[in-house]
């Protein structure tokens, strides 16, 4: 039998942390909990979570900073708990890479779904290499610098590429020749802060054909694959 998925809820709402542990642990779910981001960073320093829901109105440090810290240092999806009037942490929260969010007050039945659809699609994701490993990727007639966020063609000359269509070639490139759907590669491109701006990811992936392909309207290396996503049909090979 495979084993419970755990989940992590960071409150310093006692009453809240712990009914929400609790309603997870009824419907099969292994929960923890922690009233502030330093007791929430020892607990995944010691233990494994699949998932943490997180409130983003905590005193000291807040929960967009240990958003910030887990997508830094960790692949663990993030749930934020967030207030009617803070549309602009919830942006804020989705640009770091939170996975979704539920507004106070909220229905647990309604934060257990997420967390179920959060989980799937987690699970549904390919595993991504060791980013240390990504110092530079050649591929077609291209050389792309990734910690500088460089992408430079086979004449030196730079090709400016936007916040959101570096990441999507991050992702591509990190998972050359896997079939990825609209769904994978809005959650490996951090998030789902896409949703939130109206940017689906085919006009990203139109943007970004017109930057690396040699004939956009006959793209060879961004292959549609009809009813399923895109697959990054080049060669990709590391270099220092």
């Known amino acids: 039998m495979a084993e419970q998925p755990h989940i992590l809820v960071v409150d310093d709402h006692r009453d809240i942390r712990d009914s929400l542990s609790r309603y997870l642990r009824d419907h099969g779910f292994r929960s923890a909990s922690a009233a502030d981001a330093a007791a929430a960073r020892s607990q995944i320093r010691d233990a ?4 943490v829901v997180l409130d983003i109105m905590m005193p000291g440090e807040d929960g967009l900073s240990l958003c910030r810290w887990l997508r830094e240092t960790t692949d663990i999806p993030v749930i934020l708990l967030t207030a009617v009037a803070e549309e602009m942490d919830r942006v804020i929260g ?3 890479g939170a996975d979704d969010y539920v507004t106070k007050p909220f ?4 934060l257990l779904a997420r967390v179920r659809a959060v989980l799937r699609r987690a699970a549904a994701l390919p595993a991504q290499r060791n980013q240390a ?5 050649r591929f077609d007639r291209w050389v792309f610098r990734i910690a500088r966020q460089e992408l430079i063609d086979d004449e030196g000359v730079s090709v400016a590429l936007s916040t ?3 990441r999507l070639l991050l992702a591509f490139v990190r998972h ?4 990825l ?3 994978q590669l809005l959650d490996l491109t951090q998030g789902r802060e896409a949703e939130v701006f109206d940017r689906s990811v085919d006009n990203q992936v139109s943007r970004l054909r017109r930057k690396i392909e040699r004939d956009p309207s006959q793209p060879a290396l961004i292959i549609t694959v009809w009813g399923g996503g895109y697959r990054f049909a080049a060669a990709c090979e590391p270099i220092e």
Request: proline content about 4%.
């Open 164 to 166: 959101g269509e570096f």
């Open 94 to 96: 989705l640009e770091m």
């Open 48 to 51: 494994a979570f699949d998932l």
């Open 107 to 110: 229905s647990p039945r309604e």
């Open 133 to 137: 490993e990504d110092n530079a990727v």
């Open 181 to 183: 759907s609209r769904d």
């Open 176 to 179: 050359a020749n896997r079939v």
